[in-house]
């Protein structure tokens, strides 16, 4: 930009006159196709004015932005226009801009306008806010002053105040929004996780940067009874809250499955077409597992979901190989349960994609990741979990949700594994089995060193799960007894797949009244079918503090 002119263009100087064409000239203009003869301008035609009529003080002096004229190295005021004065008020000209536009150095544009007076290149500076006057965009250009060979910085504010106001309210719209889902996604995970008594966990949840709408990650830990444990994780692919909200219904809807007691497969059966009745346009993987302390084993259905880890004492990592159906609501698909040894000593890490996805990186290189990182780590589940988080570079500003579920089998030695035990007896059937489950019932209870009255009732429910199972099962029937630190547990399994119920007896009847006994004088009891064929039923009793 040239202001050459400026000085020629203050009101009462005077003008050259431009050169306009005589209306002779004007009628001369080439005739359009298929006319003939010249086609004269109409006389009532308005003059448009010659760009040299136009001052540039004028001009700049009625736009509506903020303008100011600035020469030196001390950026000394030249020029500003009206709407700069009714803004910021007067400014003295002559005056260095340090000392007479503080407004500059509030939004930031001493330094911006050396570098523009050094390099020659206009820069802008994108709704700067000041204390007073609103927000600016402002963009500042070098010029040629005449008579100064120092040159000078024309600064340009354009006025964005309402558009500043608009997206700090769009901002703060959206922070609300999040701040809801994060709270909607965190009230629906387990406030406190069950603490099962063969098992140890431990579970994080981390939601995604300020810049990453929340997710639908999810974890559980279900006792199921028996000493057995469920391990849920799972994900919705959606964001914000219609993703937690779906979260929260396939939980719920876990919890009520468990209690079923099925094979992991049947869950996720039954999980994928309640998924697509909850909303069809959204997908969830998961993955179900159960823990049998007794099998040393995790028993476990996945739907689309990333493989189970497992880490052995010797520091061995192994992946739970196939099967893995498609995430749920897809339908049609017949999902099957698989295995993986987690024996006494043994970690097993369920997680979401968020810990292992990254852009531009292949999603087993993540796992493969995690493999390494999980086979060094080693502590309580919750160490665990803190270390993996730290190993996969998950931060506050990560853009994803990250959920870990990590469960211990804790190898127990001296004093700790005397407070567990495990007992079994073979029954073959016949009149001799009663008495040889009392027996053997009596025996096995009074070396724990249970109170009698602890070790009568145990013997009482003992000899009626096994007279139900003579009665109703059939062969291989087996009783086993298991102690822990916190119950006793009373297991009878046998060939007949047919699930005993409760039911009330008549005065009358002389049998029926096996299960109500059990279910009276126990904590707790259930049922469930067997993966071979045939069923377990159980009772627990809570050992006295």
Not at 228 to 243: E, F, P, S
Not at 246 to 265: E, S
Request: net charge negative; with cysteine.
């Amino acid at each position: 930009m040239n202001f050459t002119r400026w000085s020629a263009r203050l009101p009462g100087t005077p003008r050259r006159a431009a050169a306009r064409p005589d209306r002779a000239d004007r009628g001369s203009v080439p005739a359009a196709r298929g006319e003939s003869g010249p086609q004269p301008w109409p006389d009532d035609a308005a003059e448009a004015p010659a760009l040299d009529d136009l001052s540039v003080r004028d001009i700049l002096g009625q736009l509506p932005a903020l303008v100011a004229l600035l020469h030196g190295p001390e950026h000394r005021v030249a020029y500003v226009n009206d709407a700069y004065a009714a803004a910021f008020g007067p400014r003295p000209l002559g005056a260095p801009a340090a000392k007479a536009l503080p407004e500059l150095d509030e939004l930031g544009l001493l330094p911006l306008m050396d570098q523009v007076l050094r390099s020659g290149k206009p820069r802008t500076v994108k709704s700067r806010k000041t204390q007073a006057a609103g927000s600016y965009t402002v963009t500042c250009s070098p010029v040629g002053i005449p008579g100064h060979d120092e040159g000078g910085v024309l600064v340009f504010a354009a006025d964005v105040t309402d558009h500043a106001e608009a997206a700090e309210r769009l901002r703060a719209s959206e922070r609300r929004h999040r701040e809801t889902a994060v709270t909607l996604q965190r009230s629906l995970l387990p406030q406190e996780l069950e603490q099962p008594d063969d098992l140890r966990v431990a579970a994080t949840y981390q939601p995604g940067g300020k810049d990453a709408a929340v997710g639908g990650d999810w974890y559980d830990v279900i006792t199921l009874g028996a000493g057995r444990t469920a391990l849920v994780i799972g994900d919705v692919m959606g964001r914000g809250v219609r993703a937690a909200a779906v979260m929260g219904q396939l939980r719920t809807a876990v919890r009520a499955y468990a209690r079923l007691d099925l094979p992991p497969h049947e869950v996720l059966q039954l999980l994928d077409g309640l998924a697509a009745e909850i909303d069809a346009s959204q997908i969830a993987t998961c993955v179900y597992a159960v823990h049998d302390p007794n099998e040393g084993r995790l028993v476990y259905a996945s739907a689309g979901h990333l493989p189970v880890l497992v880490r052995h004492e010797d520091g061995t990592v192994h992946r739970a190989a196939d099967p893995t159906g498609p995430p749920l609501g897809t339908g049609g698909w017949l999902h099957t349960s698989g295995t993986i040894a987690l024996p006494p000593g043994a970690t097993a890490v369920l997680y979401t994609d968020g810990l292992v996805e990254r852009r531009g990186e292949d999603i087993d290189e993540g796992v493969a990741s995690l493999e390494r990182a999980l086979s060094g780590a080693v502590g309580t589940p919750q160490v665990v979990c803190d270390r993996l988080i730290r190993s996969l570079g998950v931060t506050a500003e990560h853009d994803d949700d990250v959920a870990v579920l990590v469960c211990q089998h804790p190898a127990r030695t001296g004093p700790a594994a005397e407070l567990f035990h495990n007992a079994a007896l073979d029954l073959l059937g016949g009149i001799e089995a009663a008495p040889r489950a009392r027996a053997f019932a009596s025996g096995v209870l009074a070396s724990w060193r249970f109170p009698v009255e602890l070790r009568d009732l145990g013997v009482l429910a003992a000899s009626e799960l096994v007279a139900n199972s003579l009665q109703h099962g059939t062969p291989p029937m087996r009783l086993r007894l298991r102690r822990t630190d916190r119950r006793l547990i009373i297991e009878v399994t046998d060939g007949d797949d047919h699930l005993p119920r409760r039911r009330r007896a008549d005065p009358g009847d002389e049998a029926g009244r096996g299960i109500s006994i059990v279910a009276t004088i126990a904590s707790s009891w259930g049922s469930r079918r067997t993966p071979g064929g045939g069923k377990a039923v159980w009772c627990e009793f809570a050992l006295p503090a």
